[in-house]
């Protein structure tokens, strides 16, 4: 166990080595002068300097990439170009509307996705099986913009039942705490504005839930049918208990496992999908940052925002592996 | 009792005569063909290709053409909660026009191209790259097996959407951005990362059927590496490729109309006589930022879009039932 996190963790310093790299060279090979590029072409050489030494840019390749890593591993990553922001606060101001968002898609799937499953292995074959498994497989192939524009037009602009984006309506005003509007609205026991929050999360998170719900569903199905098999369940039943405690007591509990490192894989994805959700409903975390700052070329916003989501991408994903070792001993370490 | 042990020989030595072998694959494709949602998929797959091909014929206008005069038209069959605008719609533009007047069904044919090329050029080569390479790996084992193995675990632990963003991001103003309206550039970014699921699959297949007895009969009777790998490995392994192929092209087409949405896609081109006019992912930018005044914009590439990826993933599904039964209902 021992060996197997060191070389987990080594493998890890390779990895982020490896995608810092990427950033960095990638945002270096954009070609003419960023300072330039950022400005304009109307921009004074006084101000080009400024920023080219803000930037770093006038010291040799290497010695930028040192500087950068080494700030970056004391949690500097440099300052917005356009606005003089530091990347790093704005980056802990928004991530919790990041937060709010996975967690809101996370929590939809498991308790859509798993009574989907479940119902679908017990009546196996029925018109409700083939239904909900058509649509899983749907939902695993749709595309999360595309859901997401499809839900604004239903619910917003058709039905205006919903908002279709952002937090909070415009012209709410409220004290944040943890940057968490639900957890904040609660702790100041303010229902209109958890109420105005849930009104405001529920189709950034549908768009982003919709995919793991399916493969959570389908994951739970073949994990059901697979466990129903067994010999424990038929001891179960013969022994006279009520199908009802058969399948949650008996079926589930051992069911569940491959589902749970299902939905532990998800987290990684939901990071990804989130850049996505946000630039389609204009949820201000940090995955439409990036894309803002794409568009207006602030370079030290790309690069601090893609470094920052690649790292926390990589160590989820250690985290699940390592756990899964945990749960499951059949994992064999030496791989 | 005899007469019956003697019957029943009989009886399935007819069966055996009478019925000519088959193939797996004329076996796979009588399973496919039973497959309801799997043929339904093809349909769509056919169709969609029709479409890209012949959409210049198809197209009823100019996909650039500007109508003075006539720009938001709604489509004259929109129901009344589509049209704020109280224009009256066209009947030569069936799905309306976009905000300059461009007829937006003849855009909607001329994006399928995009798409049709983004899903096969990239998947030619990230297969025989993936196929190469992961036989490679899977039988020789060794340094390449290993390399691979860990550019694999560095390629799967970088989210794919962060990476293509960047790639687009800092490429797109270079030369190899400037290079068929970015389509070089957006073909190598999809290749880097998608080879490598091929690969993988294609090494572990190869693991798992080169111990056997009939790789040992031919290495036996001196048959070189190369030929143990095209003739005797690589056909029994295509069931699992041509699989995770299936399912690799509407991801393909998916991040191509992703990166569209996000301004990061291919570029226009300026003449319909050129081959990229617009893609789908471009459609549904322009249809979003037009969505309550004119919702006509985003329904057409919406529905496209969603039709192509149901169809290619359906034949997927389908396939892997067809080629691998155990896998049946078990999805």
Redesign the interface.
Known sequence: MGRYLIKRLL?LV??LL??SL??FG??R????DPAVVMLGERATPDSIERVRTQLGLNKPIYEQYLIFISNALRGDLGTSVLRGEPVTREILRRFPATIELALGAIIFAIVLGIPLGIISAIK?NSWFDVSS??VA??G????I??LG??L??LFA??LHWLP?GARLDANTQYEPITNLVLLDSLLQFNLALFMEGLRHLILPALALGTIPMAIIA?MTR?SM??VLNQDYVRTARAKGLKERSVILRHALRNALLPVITIVGLQV??L??GA??TE??FSWPGIGRW??DA??ARDYPI?QGV?LS??VI??VI?LIVDILYTFVDPRVRFDT | MATTATAGRHSLDQALTTKPPQSLWVDAWGRLKKNR?AMFGLALVIGFFFLAIFGPMLAPHDPLKINDGKSFLPPVWSPE?FNSTNKVGDPQFFLGTDSIGRDVFSRLIYGARVSLVVAVVPTIFITALGISLGLLAGYSGGMLDNLLMRFT??VY???????F???M???R??FLGDWANGLILLFGALAIVNWVGIARVVRGSTLSIKEKEFIEAARSIGTRDQAIMQRHILPNILSPIIIIVAFSV?RLI?TE??LG????GLRPGTSSQEFFVTSWGSL?LE??TA??AQ?WM??GP?IA??LV??G???LG?GLRDALDPRMK???
């Open positions: 493998a390779l990895v490896g995608v990427l950033v990638f945002v090979l954009i070609p003419g196996r498994m058509i497989l749907t695993v192939s749709m595309p913009f595309w524009l499809m604004i037009f602009v058709i279709s389908r073949s049918l697979e990684g994805l990071l990804s850049i996505l630039t389609v990036l894309v794409i568009y790309v893609t989501i690649a991408f990589v994903n | 949602a909660i675990d560095i632990s970088f989210p794919d959407l962060l990476f963003v960047v790639v991001f800092a490429l103003d270079s509407p998916i109309a992703v949405y996000l301004g990061l549904l249809g979003q969505i309550n919702p985003l329904l919406a879009v969603a990826v149901m290619f993933t359906f599904d209902g078990t999805g």
